[in-house]
């Protein structure tokens, strides 16, 4: 089952933060996000595992709340350089399979 | 550091014919996966490997496609009598098996077919 992302583009001025959610209809093992550039491989930002831990590297952090089977990714003071699709691939019995959202397309202006 | 390696990079064929890709995982890595990722659209999964056991084939791997991993170190993915609907990019990826802290899977840059 195809995790669902919201919202499906978002466009920021530079230093603007951004919220992007991942839900699911099932129990969630855990939650990788990615982010990618076009006509790029996907790049792995974070994973979280079940326990609703949250994470966080430079502005990047994410949230994890296993009851509600959501992720949640916060981008404070957005760069140019987080311009590009984030993707949330979510793993539903711990064994590293992942089926990716439909991706939230972030374009960051000067 | 080398990471996920694909060849070829874009691959143009003419409908009917069979392409073949190749995917060299980092090398500690023993879990291989094969993606299929069409333009506004997430990857979707179409087979793992680990080690050289295929563990799981999506139903989206018609009959058409074959993967391999022998020795469990690289892989390719074959497509016989290719169609225009099998345009898309074919992504690789690798990782550790997974445990209690979880593993990061690494894409590779991707292997572009263009069905024409």
């Known amino acids: 089952q195809q995790p669902v992302q919201s919202p499906q583009a978002v466009i920021l001025r530079e230093g603007e933060d951004a919220v992007i959610n991942c839900s699911s209809s099932?129990?969630?093992?855990?939650v990788h996000w990615y982010r990618q550039k076009h006509g790029e491989a996907p790049v792995f930002l974070m994973i979280?595992?079940?326990?609703?831990e949250q994470k966080g590297h430079e502005k990047i952090s994410a949230s994890f709340n296993e009851k509600k089977q959501q992720s949640s990714l916060y981008l404070t003071a957005s760069q140019l350089s987080y311009s590009g699709t984030y993707f949330c691939?979510?793993?539903?019995?711990?064994?590293?399979?992942?089926?990716f959202g439909q991706g939230t397309r972030l374009t960051i202006n000067p | 550091d080398t990471g996920v390696s694909q060849d070829p990079r874009h691959k143009i064929t003419k409908r009917g014919q069979n392409v073949t890709f190749r995917c060299d995982p980092i090398?500690?890595?023993?879990?291989l996966y094969w993606y299929r990722q069409t333009l506004g659209q997430g990857p979707e999964f179409l087979t793992y490997?680990?080690?050289?056991?295929?563990?799981?084939k999506s139903r989206l791997l018609s009959d058409r496609f074959s993967a391999e991993r022998p020795k469990g170190s690289f892989s390719t993915l074959e497509i016989q009598r290719t169609e225009q609907g099998d345009s898309a990019m074919y992504l690789c990826?690798?990782?550790?098996?997974?445990?209690?802290?979880?593993?990061?899977?690494?894409f590779g840059e991707g292997s572009w077919l263009t069905v024409v």
């Open positions: 990826a690798s990782s550790t098996e997974g445990g209690p802290s979880g593993n990061t899977i690494y």
């Open positions: 099932k129990a969630l093992y855990s």
């Open positions: 979280l595992l079940k326990g609703g």
């Open positions: 691939g979510t793993d539903l019995q711990g064994a590293q399979k992942l089926v």
């Open positions: 090398s500690e890595h023993n879990r």
């Open positions: 490997f680990q080690n050289e056991a295929q563990l799981e």
